[in-house]
């Protein structure tokens, strides 16, 4: 079956365009009642009812379809559209005409054909009735004149008309849809004509409309005068016979989205799985069902999912698009909404905060004013921000909620900032790195295969590292396949070169050793000491590698930790990365304290954790032979931004501890004068010194035992 989403022609039931609705036996039964009506009246008036949307195109094409197809031929047909027609005469002219051409052309009924004519001269303008019947207008003025100089009148005319379509015995049949989009006069006019001019034998009229919109209309004219009672008896005495079209049941509903969506996945080559239907499923009886009421609804969502679908197939969580499809569609006032709260909705920004310290009540009042500013029904502002709630799982928590099902980042959905811009931009940005080139990417990084695309892939790791951190995390978690032997490999050649922005208070390099850390966990054993110090060949790669390797043995806030120093591969790993150390700090050896960099000090502190005492003995020997000074040395370790020298605690001090001798670190501070008014970094770096020294001279110099661990060291 063949669902045509951006079709909104009626169907009439045929190969070419096939009924998905059911109604071709509502159109069977239309028929048997237009041959009962003639049985039983000479005239009448039909009217076929139903929401818009609902099919009634549909419907009359298919009646249309039997009777033009009957066998023998039965019934004339004349379609006549009211909206190309502004006033009574015109649309007169346009009925008799229309009339006239559906009578057949043999001679039986030439007769019939004459009198309509006849008729429409005498109640229509020259000019129109001319135009429309295609006479000769000198021929018409020769005719009124003598008919003016006789006694035939317009009754006569209508007389002789009657009479001969009574003759004839073939009845016409007069449609029009659509009359509830009319303008009150112009309805007016339509029920007019159809009830006092055009009432004539074997001539039926099947008409149709929106009831409610129609009785509106209605109600808007002076006839009526405002009363919906009035109008509808006004109507009552226009329509003989009511063609109610059959209700669209939930059954129906469910079986056209269920064709429609299976359709739009074939279309773009894509599947759901099971959690995905399930949370469609979810969404629709939730947020859609009681908005999707109508057949043109229903077509109208996918049909705009369809248009806009292409470029992001593959890229984004169908689920969420289809969701996202319906508020641009049926909201757009929301949809607009979406991208001015982005930061608050995803959580990628600080505005966030704000909403956090907010109450539950308050924050969804808030989110209905905003609703209802945008144009939300009263009626439907607990839907929307439902279904808001069920793509932004960060206000559902807010909301009271909840986090429940899988985050929207693993999904690729709207609520996480990584993919939020393609779901508004209908493509994935230039900014942005697609799946398939990503997938590519890790091909061609785990069999050592240039490529284009591992060319951008490690361009966006040093200037997007978060975005793409994440994205390798969540293929990780989704249990897909990782190279993480040479990602980490390369991730360490690349530490030193990081230029993206931090994230709120997170800096890159931050990013990249928690990635580092879940890589390495997948690692088998026998491939760790090799990976290790593969990274640390590099002085970059070996800061990296000491963060991971220290990190193994050290439990997080959420999983204990995965390796002990006892195991052999630790033991191993760890000589391994010591060796490399050492000749990385070379040429920082021969230089002033002073002129440290930052990889140096980074360095220094690795070593500190891992071998304390080798550690301490190298900066004892800078220290000694005069290459270093202590002050210009600590204000290095301990320069801010690392540790504000304000807030230097125990934990900094036992860090210390691996590098110098604290009790030596009190003796320059009690040696050192400090003016009052001096506020350079060694100045406040001893005052900040002072405050931390103990009252207890033992203690100052009693160094930690401890290896400085406060934590994981990142």
Known sequence: MTYRFFNDDPVDGSAVLPDLLGHERYADHSVGLLREVRDQSESGVLALIGPWGSGKSSVLKMVLRRLRNAEPASWSVAELNPWLYSDLDSLTAALFSEIRAALPKGERWSVAREKVRDFGVSVSPLGKIGGFLGLDVSEVVKDIAERIGGDTSTSAAKESAAAALRDAGRPVLVVMDDLDRLTPDELLLVFKLVRLVGNLPNVYYL???????LLDVLSRSDLVGGSEHRASEFLEKIVQVRLDLPAFRERDAYALVDGCLAALLTNHRLSLTATEEQRFARAYFHYLQDRLLTPRAIKRLFGQAAASLGALAGEVDLVDFLLVTFLRTSEPGVYRLLSRHRAELTGSGISLLGQQRRERDELAELWRTRLKEAGVDSGHLDGVLGLLASLFPRLASQLGGGLSGEPPQARQGIGSGDYFDRYVVFGVPDD????????????????????????????????????????????????????????????????????????????????????????????????????????????????????????????????????????????????AVLARLEPHLTTASGRPADELGDLDISLLWRWSRLDAAAARRWVRQRLDDGHWDLLTLLTKLLRAPRTPWSAIDADDLEALDNLVDRAEVYALYDRTEIPENDDSPPAQLLRALGRTRPTDPMQASEPSNEAGDTGNDL
Not at 514 to 524: E, S
């Open 207 to 213: 008409i149709s409309f929106d009831e409610r919109t």
């Open 432 to 575: 942005d790195l697609p799946e398939a080139v990503l997938t590519a990417a890790l091909a061609q990084v785990e069999s050592a295969t240039p490529g284009v695309e591992a060319d951008e892939l490690w361009l966006r790791f040093q200037d997007d590292t978060h975005r793409i951190a994440r994205r390798i995390q969540q293929r990780l978690q989704a249990g897909a396949r990782v190279p993480s032997r040479q990602l980490l490999i390369r991730m360490a050649e690349l530490f030193a070169s990081l230029t993206a922005a931090k994230e709120v208070i997170l800096s890159p390099e931050f990013t990249v050793v928690i990635l580092a850390q879940n890589l390495f966990r997948t690692l088998a054993a026998d491939e760790r000491v090799e990976v290790l110090d593969l990274m640390a060949s590099s002085a970059a790669g070996a800061d990296l590698a000491g963060v991971v390797l220290r990190n193994a043995i050290q439990p997080s806030d959420t999983e204990p930790a995965f390796a002990q120093e006892s195991d052999e591969w630790f033991a191993a790993a760890r000589t």
